[in-house]
């Protein structure tokens, strides 16, 4: 048993897979329109003008799909993990490229070669924020998952949607 086979580890990573299949599927059916999610252990939210309706149609089409082994639906090109692996890429390399500069006047002269270093962190990095989510950060299989309520949920101005699986 690994620490991703954890129950509370396994429900958030199946939710953040369930998560990110919704969203793909509505970015297909609303290409236009920006969303965004966050997971739980007990589910996930939407943030994003998107009914509840349309919603839970893309939440029952994502479960199904995610069942009969689409697992290519729990990655998503705008999930945080890949913005935390491109920077977490292009940091080292930049701190990397200051390694040993003791001066300010050291400090300066070495930036653009930083800059270029964090650049291709950044670009070679790519890759490895959807391979992450694939093995770590979520999970393809429902394992039995079940939705037990999708509902609005005002915060003052802003609404969103919480979605609630079992499972």
Same mark, same amino acid.
């Given at each position: 048993?690994?620490? @991703?086979? %954890?129950?509370?580890?396994? !429900?958030?990573?199946?939710?953040?897979? /369930?998560?990110?299949?919704?969203?793909?599927?509505?970015?297909?059916? %609303?290409?236009?329109?920006? /969303?965004?999610?966050?997971?739980? #252990?007990?589910? %996930?939210?939407?943030?994003?003008? &998107?009914?509840?309706?349309?919603?839970?149609?893309?939440?029952?089409?994502?479960?199904?799909? @995610?069942?009969? +082994?689409? !697992?290519?639906?729990?990655?998503?090109?705008?999930?945080?993990?890949?913005?935390?692996?491109? +920077?977490?890429?292009?940091?080292?390399?930049?701190?990397?490229?200051?390694?040993?500069? $003791?001066?300010?006047?050291? $400090? &300066?002269? !070495?930036?653009?070669? &930083?800059?270029?270093?964090?650049?291709?962190?950044?670009?070679?990095?790519?890759?490895?924020?959807? $391979?992450?989510?694939?093995?770590?950060?979520?999970? +393809?299989? #429902?394992?039995?998952?079940?939705?037990?309520?999708?509902? #609005?949920?005002?915060?003052?101005? @802003?609404? @969103?949607? !919480?979605?609630?699986?079992?499972?």
């Amino acid at each position: 048993m690994t620490i @991703l086979d %954890f129950p509370i580890i396994s !429900r958030i990573r199946r939710n953040h897979g /369930l998560e990110h299949a919704s969203l793909n599927i509505l970015n297909q059916r %609303f290409p236009e329109r920006t /969303l965004a999610g966050y997971s739980s #252990p007990s589910g %996930f939210f939407v943030l994003g003008d &998107v009914t509840t309706e349309d919603l839970r149609a893309a939440v029952m089409q994502a479960l199904t799909r @995610l069942q009969t +082994g689409e !697992r290519h639906l729990t990655i998503h090109p705008n999930c945080g993990t890949n913005y935390v692996a491109a +920077g977490f890429v292009a940091g080292l390399l930049a701190w990397l490229g200051m390694a040993g500069a $003791k001066s300010r006047r050291e $400090k &300066v002269d !070495r930036l653009p070669f &930083v800059i270029a270093l964090a650049m291709l962190g950044f670009i070679i990095s790519q890759p490895l924020g959807p $391979k992450i989510q694939e093995r770590i950060t979520t999970s +393809g299989n #429902p394992e039995g998952m079940t939705i037990v309520d999708i509902f #609005p949920v005002k915060v003052g101005w @802003l609404t @969103l949607h !919480r979605v609630v699986t079992q499972g």
